[in-house]
């Protein structure tokens, strides 16, 4: 065979070769199972953390006190499988639970905590007193009708869960504050007053003895004015507030702040932790 022969011999083979070979690499691949990855609940167990979601009681529940089946069946598997603590998105809101003076309605709240308890997760009640979302037969109430509608719904909806060992904490007061720090101007401020957010803990407190306690603000992720009064009330023990970083040792002069602060909270101070 001549030298060309020889080399268009070599040529010819050399494409099946070349497939072959890659054929047998790819193999493994194109055959195994791809891995499954753990869900996020498991990897934040690991750290010790809770990781939840906001449920949608319609998505989730078709708003069904006992949750059965939901309107979309991708949210259901989601919501049972990846995560371990769940916070009611509107149904535990003021206007879901009484839109009307003494008219309580729990079917689409219930349904949220039985998933929550078919899938070994956390209940974070959310919310019990906020500017938005209360219907406006409360809002023009008077301040003492105000404040006894107040109590009575945190005494009801608390109260209600409070030997559910699933619902561990809640929202008692909601976006309280301005971005500066300030109160915000509300309903509530504006009726009854600085001592509404006391009222309120001190309501929630009485209705359940062994829930965290909780206030809920926005912007408070980076160091604001804000954040500051946020971590001045944990600081001095006023209320239990989650997922906020581990207290640093005090200064002197903190210490003294401390005595000032704790002296002009007490009323709030003794509403909380008796």
Known sequence: MTRSARHRTARRLAGPLVVACIAALAAPFLTSEPAVAAPLRASAATSGKFIGYAANAQLLCNNSATCTSGTDATYRNLAGTQFNQVTHENALKWEATEPNDNQYTFAAADGVIAFAQANNQIVHGHTLVWHSQTPGWVQGLSATAMRTAMQ???????????????????????????????????????????????????????????????????????????????????????????????????????????????????????AIYG
């Open 152 to 270: 009575d719904h945190i005494s009801t909806v608390v109260g209600r869960y409070a030997s559910n060992p699933a619902v561990r904490s809640w929202d008692v007061v909601n976006e309280a504050f301005n971005d500066n720090g300030t109160r915000r101007t509300s309903f509530w401020q504006n009726t009854l007053g600085d001592g509404y957010i006391a009222d309120a803990f001190r309501f929630a407190r009485a209705a359940d003895p062994d829930a965290t306690l909780c206030i809920n603000d926005f912007s408070i992720e980076a160091v604001n004015s804000k954040l500051a009064r946020v971590e001045t009330i944990k600081k001095f023990r006023l209320i239990d507030v989650l997922l906020t970083p581990e207290d640093e040792e005090l200064t002197p002069t903190m210490k003294l702040k401390r005595k000032v602060v704790a002296t002009k909270y007490k009323a709030l101070i003794d």
